[in-house]
């Protein structure tokens, strides 16, 4: 008879619990959890669209909950357009979540265009609503109109503007007879399938300020994609190309940042570089291929091959800094400069001339396996001249097939900062850096950041210790 009474209550508890979880929670004290309160997009350009976010509703209760509404505020005319639960639209009633269970809510924005030139802030909400009570998820979103280049053809002389960023998709090409002036601070972002092609010249004319600079970078502006590099091909100076400046540039996160093919129909230089910043490429910095480049005061940093100088050339780099570390994006496996008078062609060697020379520059690297950060290679009998004068650079093995004068070797820049956990890359000269006042005079008058140069002697690298 006992166990016959511990049987009929263990029952009845089994049958309580298991009625129970079948039950709905109707308490406006149910616990509802949403993944996150807000979700916010960064700079997204007008009709492109975004990257798509997501917000998890959970059912914290041990019996099941209604949803009696899930729905966009803005309905369908909202900038905003949500993916309720695997079902598109601006609203969804009556969802049942089993106890403990969830649903996702995606959620994606389009800007249309406006009259808006400046970055404007776009807001929505998603109520979740239950039991007679609700909970709001917060939409943000900085929107921002701009010129939307597809697939364009720039032929004769054309001159962008500053109002506006331009945003280039498919690619854009600059016609053989063509050439493109960029201003000073224009903004240009480019799409995973947009090169820049310069058949003709490229002229960009920024200026000091970080406001006045030009700035190439991908279109993709959110998190965690704003810093990957390989986000766009790069800009393209082929052979017919010539004449071509770059003035207080900002290229990052190319896959290919500047390639120069040559040889040239124009003098030398093919394409003048000064007061560049190429930074986070993650094939090539710089890619020479038989052309002409003349860069002074560039900083060429974290890419997975800083600088290559390929199949011969006409060089002359002039207070740069060519430097990577290791880090969770680009590995440091190759080094900062790599300059040859050949290429592979098949089984075939291709040689051509080559006449590369380096003053007061900086070759470094760290956190990686590379023990040369300098690398030239010779092949064949054709013209070959590469001269490194009053340079630092990192090397177990100096270079042969070199001239080289008043070099500091394997001795620390010191650089400002360096952390590569935040990658964040300060590198101008400490103090009591050994690169201050070990450069020759050149002919150059200013640093990367617009300052006199020199201050007593030259240093070396791109940046002038003030």
């Known amino acids: 008879m006992y166990k016959h009474w511990l049987f009929i209550p263990l029952v009845a508890v089994l049958t309580f619990l298991s009625c129970r979880k079948d039950s709905f929670v109707t308490s406006a004290d149910a616990v509802v959890r949403l993944s996150t309160d807000t979700l916010f997009f960064d700079t997204v350009f007008v009709s492109t669209g975004s990257v798509t976010q997501v917000v998890k509703i959970i059912n914290g209760n041990d019996q099941k909950l209604r949803l009696s509404d899930v729905k966009l505020m803005g309905g369908s005319q909202s900038y905003f357009s949500i993916n309720i639960d695997g079902a598109a639209g601006p609203q969804r009633q009556g969802l049942d979540l089993e106890a403990g269970d969830s649903i996702y809510v995606f959620v994606a924005i389009t800007i249309r265009p406006g009259a808006v030139n400046l970055p404007f802030i776009v807001q929505d909400s998603i109520q979740v609503a239950f039991n007679g009570v609700s909970?709001?998820?917060?939409?943000?979103?900085?929107?921002?109109?701009?010129?939307?280049?597809r697939n364009e053809v720039i032929r004769g002389n054309v001159t962008w503007d500053n109002t506006l960023p331009?945003?280039?998709?498919?690619?854009?090409?600059?016609?053989?007879?063509?050439?493109?002036?960029?201003?000073?601070?224009c903004r240009v972002y480019l799409h995973a399938d947009?090169?820049?092609?310069?058949?003709?010249?490229?002229?960009?004319?920024?200026?000091?300020?970080?406001?006045?600079?030009?700035?190439?970078?991908?279109?993709?502006?959110?998190?965690?994609?704003?810093?990957?590099?390989?986000?766009?091909?790069?800009?393209?100076?082929?052979?017919?190309?010539?004449?071509?400046?770059?003035?207080?540039?900002?290229?990052?996160?190319?896959?290919?940042?500047?390639?120069?093919?040559?040889?040239?129909?124009?003098?030398?230089?093919?394409?003048?570089?000064?007061?560049?910043?190429?930074?986070?490429?993650?094939?090539?910095?710089?890619?020479?291929?038989?052309?002409?480049?003349?860069?002074?005061n560039c900083l060429i940093s974290n890419c997975g091959k800083n600088i290559v100088l390929s199949y011969g050339g006409h060089y002359q780099f002039i207070h740069c800094t060519a430097a990577s570390w290791g880090n969770d994006l680009i590995a440091h496996t190759q080094p900062v400069l790599s300059v040859s008078n050949y290429v592979l062609q098949g089984s075939s060697i291709l040689t051509s001339d080559l006449t590369a020379d380096f003053i007061n520059c900086i070759f470094w690297g760290n956190s990686g396996n590379v023990d040369d950060e300098v690398q030239v290679s010779k092949q064949g009998a054709t013209a070959f001249h590469v001269g490194f004068s009053n340079c630092c650079w990192k090397v177990k093995n100096s270079p042969a097939n070199v001239t080289a004068s008043n070099m500091i070797v394997n001795i620390d820049p010191m650089f400002d900062s360096v952390n590569n956990v935040r990658r964040y890359y300060d590198l101008h000269l400490k103090a009591s850096s050994p690169m201050i006042d070990k450069g020759m005079d050149a002919g150059v008058t200013l640093d990367l950041d617009g300052n006199p140069r020199p201050v007593g002697l030259p240093d070396l690298g791109c940046y002038e210790h003030q």
């Open 135 to 149: 909970k709001y998820i917060q939409l943000r979103a900085w929107g921002q109109n701009a010129h939307f280049l």
């Open 194 to 296: 947009a090169p820049l092609l310069v058949d003709g010249t490229l002229e960009v004319a920024g200026s000091k300020d970080s406001g006045s600079r030009v700035i190439f970078q991908s279109d993709r502006l959110d998190d965690p994609y704003r810093g990957f590099p390989g986000s766009w091909p790069g800009i393209y100076f082929r052979q017919t190309s010539t004449g071509n400046k770059l003035q207080y540039a900002v290229i990052k996160n190319a896959y290919q940042a500047v390639v120069v093919e040559g040889p040239s129909a124009g003098s030398f230089p093919q394409l003048s570089m000064e007061q560049c910043i190429i930074d986070n490429s993650y094939d090539a910095g710089i890619l020479g291929a038989g052309g002409s480049i003349q860069s002074s």
């Open 166 to 185: 331009y945003v280039i998709l498919g690619g854009l090409r600059v016609d053989t007879t063509a050439r493109l002036t960029i201003p000073q601070g």
